[in-house]
């Protein structure tokens, strides 16, 4: 079991950054693969990013690709979205997911944080 818990989300305007952080409860952290989904106002959550146990191997959504940066620090069971360059279309609330699988299938969820891009 997992618990996860996100922060860093915020208003930004467009072209701006943001790095959200998830930290994760429990001593089987390095054990899953992580990742970041996002969903916006009527629309269904889709994938953001994943990355893998070791942090060596990341998957991004094309509309993130260049822009978003996946990270994980095992020792502090933290994982990390640096989102650079953001686009009003990058506006939702972004969850942070443990035991990702490579389907993008995920067993934990956080609570979600919201983010804003303005134009």
């Known amino acids: 079991q997992v618990q996860l818990v996100e922060s860093g989300g915020g208003l930004v305007q467009a072209g701006g950054s943001l790095r959200l952080s998830c930290a994760a409860s429990?001593?089987?952290?390095?054990?899953?693969?992580m990742g970041w989904f996002r969903q916006a106002p009527g629309k269904e959550r889709e994938f953001v990013t994943r990355i893998s146990l070791s942090g060596i191997v990341r998957y991004y959504a094309d509309s993130v690709k260049g822009r978003f940066t996946i990270s994980r620090d095992n020792a502090k069971n933290t994982v990390y979205l640096q989102m650079n360059s953001l686009k009003p279309e990058d506006t939702a609330v972004y969850y942070c997911?443990?035991?990702?699988?490579?389907?993008?299938?995920?067993?934990?969820w956080g609570q979600g944080t919201q983010v804003t891009v303005s134009s």
């Open positions: 997911a443990a035991d990702v699988s490579k389907a993008l299938t995920a067993g934990y």
């Open positions: 429990g001593r089987t952290f390095s054990s899953y693969a």
